[in-house]
């Protein structure tokens, strides 16, 4: 009986554990997968973001990240075709990125669809920007998303504990064989990271079905995410444009809600029409580079793996599966090199 | 009769579609001492402009140069991108959409005209081509939407703020409105078979389904115009058919099974739309858009006419464009009325 408990259910808990089993069950005598955490849907901070495909602008210091976020755009791309992508939470949006000066074309060019600077007549609709992009990329929306996942995990047999867990340990001694730690921004809790920081954000959602576009500017001086944003989702539309490394606020305040309003109404006059429908806050779990490794705990005579799977910035839903099937590769080398596996999987 | 400078021309326009509208706005706007009257028995929403989905891509008309048809477009464009930009978007109905029209087979002419008049026109890549198996080679493009339901009443305000009149009455002849008005402009569309005594015009008739399924954020048209999903402000346009001479105004139930299941084939998720309306539109259709003066005589009678209908499936598309062209029509007429005519004459 092979134990495993995730920690997190945002989007990383949740698809590592799918990958997981997917993967493994049928490879397994017996798989045990059950995630613990204090928080689920609504309440993770992958219900807060807008959930738009995109790399940030840099090439990732780990060159890894860049084929992690190209993994998850064909693994969602392809099932763009599906009946039950709107229910996923997936579709098609193409949109603007927007810049005050001319920008070199990002990594990720090749990977969205239909990549393209803009036209002198585009950039004329935004007095404020001289130079941009059109394409087409993926929306995934985090909470029908993780509403998904869970349906599609519970069907698999995975069991969801409400609890907060305090150690490493104490999830140890209750007979988990691999613990995935999806712990996000709140990983330090478990295991100190200095590397790891809160990149809170604040979002507004409003009533503005007659946008069917993204917009982004970019300030390179401010700082990504720190310029307006407009992501229309399945349903509503998502106005941002705040990132504020270390603060751990998780109330709405004022101000910030002022920059979104002002930054967005400005780049699109129409949203004065809006209705409001919340707003809520949220931390990006930044870190210089996503931590995805294993670790051996030493718990008294037994040795503990975990699977660390955090730090995924602003990019989480754009990277998860990527790393998702990566941890899974964790996770094999772990059956192998205890041989678990009744029938070595092909793929591995 | 004679008229001083001074001396109000009054003008009445048959029909309150977006032809009828948009002209009497134009004539507001451009020609001085004049007071208008759209007369029309049937108002948005219940007039072909309010099924029309209102997508500006232009058909071709094969009478008409492709110069002139290329100008009406832009015109049109321009007036409906200079709308999309204010605040006044969302009260006037135009949107922006992107998305894709694509063809089973490589056509003769890659490049429409109205290439350049679209935002971001390019071919589709392989990759976007994926996504239509039965496809082989497609356009991308940005263009506009304005939906009559938004517009209409829209151009209706700004009819009444020029101090023009909005009258419900069903003109069977349009000497009914001699000796009260001094030019008629007709946009009776369809209604010109009997109002024109126009034989060339006939229905082309169109089913649609009006859906709700947001998370359409893309356009799709297959070439063939026969299937298209068209994503708006507050549903989905899923069409169509194009019967010609088929007059018929209630909605099919076996033709919208047969909608749902083309659009369903080019856009899967299409399968999870709630809440569908039929709606049958017919479109006023003819070889060309019917842009010219008359002056009808009877007796001693006269009444200047400028027809201004016959958009086919273009009416959206050429509407600002060919109202302009109506108005310069109408103040010619104007200028001609003004004109003292030698005495002999009368």
């Known amino acids: ?348 | 009769m004679s008229f001083g400078p001074m001396d109000t021309v009054r003008i009445a326009v048959v029909g309150a579609g977006v032809m009828g509208l948009s002209t009497a706005v134009c004539i507001s706007n451009m020609v001085p001492g004049c007071s208008i009257t759209v007369i029309s028995d049937k108002f948005t929403p219940e007039t072909t402009s309010d099924v029309a989905a209102g997508m500006l891509i232009p058909p071709t008309y094969p009478d008409t140069p492709i110069q002139k048809q290329k100008q009406w477009f832009k015109d049109t464009f321009d007036h409906l991108f200079a709308i999309v930009n204010s605040a006044e978007a969302e009260d006037a109905g135009v949107i922006m959409v992107s998305g894709w029209q694509i063809f089973r087979s490589i056509p003769t002419e890659e490049v429409p005209y109205w290439a350049d008049v679209v935002l971001g026109f390019r071919k589709m890549t392989k990759d976007e081509l994926k996504k239509f198996p039965q496809h082989v080679f497609g356009h991308a493009f940005t263009t506009l939407k304005c939906e009559g339901p938004a517009y209409l009443p829209w151009l209706q305000k700004r009819v009444k703020g020029s101090r023009g009149l909005i009258l419900t009455q069903r003109i069977e002849d349009l000497w009914e409105l001699h000796p009260s008005f001094d030019i008629v402009v007709n946009c009776s569309g369809l209604g010109s078979r009997q109002l024109a005594g126009d034989s060339k015009i006939f229905p082309v008739r169109g089913q649609v389904l009006k859906v709700q399924a947001p998370w359409v954020k893309h356009f799709i048209r297959d070439s063939s115009g026969l299937t298209y999903i068209y994503p708006g402000v507050s549903n989905v346009t899923l069409g169509g058919t194009r019967q010609k001479g088929d007059w018929n105004l209630s909605p099919d139930a076996e033709i919208s099974k047969e909608i749902l299941s083309r659009c369903c084939a080019l856009e899967p998720s299409l399968r999870g739309a709630y809440d569908l309306r039929e709606k049958v539109g017919l479109r006023p259709s003819r070889p060309g858009v019917r842009l010219e003066k008359e002056l009808l005589a009877q007796g001693s009678r006269r009444l200047p006419v400028v027809h201004h209908y016959g958009h086919g499936s273009g009416g959206i598309a050429m509407h600002w464009g060919t109202a302009l062209e109506a108005t310069r029509l109408v103040n010619e007429c104007v200028q001609v009325l003004r004109t003292p005519a030698p005495k002999s004459k009368l």
């Open chain 1, 1 to 348: 009986m092979m134990r495993v408990v995730v920690i997190g259910a945002g989007v990383i808990g949740l698809s590592t554990a799918l990958c997981i089993h997917e993967r493994y069950r049928s490879v397994l005598q017996s798989l045990e997968v059950m995630v613990y955490a204090d928080r689920f849907t609504p309440l993770t901070t992958t219900d807060v973001a807008a959930g738009l495909w995109q790399p940030y602008l840099s090439e990732p210091s780990n060159p890894q990240e860049a084929n992690w976020n190209q993994q998850t755009f064909n693994y969602l791309l392809s099932l763009i075709g599906s009946p039950n992508a709107a229910n996923m939470g997936l579709a098609l949006v193409s949109g603007y990125n927007l810049f005050r000066e001319a920008v070199p074309d990002p990594y990720w060019k090749d990977i969205v669809l239909g990549f393209r600077k803009l036209t002198v007549r585009e950039l004329d609709m935004f007095p404020d920007y001289s130079y941009g992009w059109f394409n087409t990329s993926l929306i995934l929306e985090g909470r029908k998303y993780l509403q998904w996942l869970t349906e599609r995990l519970t069907e698999r047999g995975v069991k969801f504990f409400l609890r907060k867990v305090e150690s490493f340990q104490e999830v140890a001694r209750e007979g988990a064989d691999v613990i995935i730690n999806c712990t996000g921004v709140w990983a330090g809790a478990l295991q100190p990271d200095p590397l790891l920081q809160p990149g809170r954000g604040q979002i507004i959602k409003v009533d503005a079905p007659w946008l069917k576009h993204f917009i982004i500017t970019h300030d390179p001086e401010r700082g990504i995410y720190k310029s307006p944003y407009i992501i229309p989702g399945l349903q509503a539309t998502t106005l941002g444009g705040i990132f504020q490394l270390g603060n751990w606020s998780e109330t709405n305040n004022i101000p910030d809600h002022n920059t979104i309003w002002e930054g967005c109404c400005r780049l699109e006059p129409t949203l004065k029409d809006a209705k409001i429908i919340g707003e809520w806050s949220g931390f990006r779990p930044v870190r210089p580079q996503v931590r995805l490794e294993r670790e051996q705990l030493c718990f008294g005579s037994s040795n503990t793996e975990v699977i660390h799977n955090y730090g995924h910035g602003g990019f989480g839903l754009t990277i998860h599966w990527g790393c998702a099937q990566e941890a899974a590769k964790l996770f094999g080398k772990i059956l192998e090199e205890r041989n678990l596996l009744r029938i070595p999987p092909s793929h591995l």
